[in-house]
């Protein structure tokens, strides 16, 4: 009886092994990958009736041993954290942006604010110059 509850809790974890990874979460900051959909990862290594065939497998060995649904539930829980995954990509990518659009909205105004600070500082120099030439002149005069 120990040796038949050893085998079902093997079998158990093994379909939740290979149903879980067959979920491909997208855990990258790029556009393309956060956007991409939740594919088997066996539909990379074979073809596709191969790999539906071993989805299929898997999800039906899980079920026999844990229960009817259980599959389903494994890969909805998968889907909702690659969703939950794709939303915090999606929340950082937006917070960059942003982030960025304010550090160059702050450069353009400095560089204003330069370009200001240099005008004023030639029109005193040569207000400076100017006196300086009227004062020579009179002292000449």
Known sequence: MLFNVVRSLSVLFTCA??????????LAMSDSIAN???????TIAFDSDTAEK???????????VAGS???EQLEGKAQQAAGAVKENVDKLS?????????????AKEDIGKTKSAIE???????????????????FFN
């Not at 004023?120 to 009179?138: F, I, L, N, R």
């Open 36 to 42: 991409s959909e939740i594919v088997p990862v066996a």
């Open 94 to 106: 937006s917070q960059a942006k942003g982030k960025f659009e304010q550090a160059k909205g702050k």
């Open 120 to 138: 004023d500082a030639s029109a005193s120099v040569q207000d400076a110059a100017e006196d300086t030439a009227d004062k020579v002149k009179g």
């Open 54 to 64: 071993l989805d299929k497998k898997a999800k039906e060995g899980l079920d026999s």
């Open 69 to 71: 649904g259980t599959s």
């Open 17 to 26: 092994f290979l149903l879980l990874a067959s979920v491909q979460p997208a």
